[in-house]
């Protein structure tokens, strides 16, 4: 098929650009996380939805990361409602915390929790309410 820059692109060639947005999406998250794993630590940004803000929920982020261990980052209510948590550390410990997020024993009510990830920019001393 011809692309629009005058290339030719066989479907399903070796080095083929993807068919279709969600594989493009798939492999750019690949090469991401190829990147992250360099380093072990990541970066992990999530918005929390729901009945959040009021209710205690960033001080029990807060334990929950500490008692998870390893994380440096913070929680934040935003002006829309949700809650931030940024988290910085080792990918499984992370992934811990998101898990906690999603399902675990939150105060208030969780309607979904929307994240991405990315590598360490740093600037945190600890796990801080904000």
Do not use: H, K
Request: net charge neutral.
């Amino acid at each position: 098929m011809n692309r629009p820059n005058g290339s030719a692109e066989r479907a399903g060639a070796p080095g083929a650009g993807p068919r279709d947005p969600q594989e493009a999406e798939q492999r750019e998250a690949t090469q991401d996380a190829a990147g992250v794993a360099e380093t072990g630590q990541v970066r992990m940004t999530a918005w929390v939805r729901g009945r959040v803000q009021g209710v205690g929920f960033r001080w029990y982020t807060r334990a929950q990361a500490l008692a998870i261990g390893g994380l440096l980052g913070c929680a934040r209510n935003l002006r829309d409602g949700r809650v931030e948590v940024v988290a910085e550390g080792a990918r499984e410990r992370c992934e811990r915390l998101l898990g906690w997020l999603r399902d675990g024993d939150t105060p208030g009510s969780v309607d979904g929790v929307t994240e991405i990830w990315d590598t360490p920019r740093g600037g945190y001393e600890d796990f801080a309410i904000r």
